[in-house]
């Protein structure tokens, strides 16, 4: 039988992610408009986009996960999180894609 262990060094694989659009995401969700946040970022305006576009669909699934589990404060939570960042310029999908 083969038994192996993959070694992960914690500290350095938590360290390669980085809260590099963090704060575009959070003022994009708040209602800034694209120029505003573009001016907070040194992002690619694609990379940013497709990025937000990413969320969207990480939240769609936490959505039928909260309401598989009949957690329906937490699905409107989400749901409402989408409605902020799926807006404007993130839902023409032909600019970038």
């Given at each position: 039988m083969f038994n192996s262990?993959?070694?992960i060094?914690?500290?350095s694989f938590v360290k390669?992610?980085?809260?590099?659009?963090?704060?575009?995401v959070y003022a994009w969700a708040k209602g800034s408009k694209f120029y505003e946040i573009m001016e907070i970022t040194q992002v690619f305006e694609?990379?940013?986009?497709?990025?937000?576009r990413?969320?969207?669909g990480v939240l769609q699934q936490l959505i039928l996960a909260a309401k598989s589990i009949g957690e329906i404060q937490l699905e409107a939570k989400f749901e409402e999180a989408?409605?902020?960042i799926?807006?404007?310029?993130?839902?023409?999908a032909s600019l970038y894609f």
């Open positions: 262990v993959v070694q060094d914690v500290e390669s992610f980085g809260p590099d659009i963090m704060e575009v694609d990379s940013l986009n497709k990025a937000i990413r969320l969207e989408v409605s902020k799926k807006r404007d310029i993130v839902l023409d």
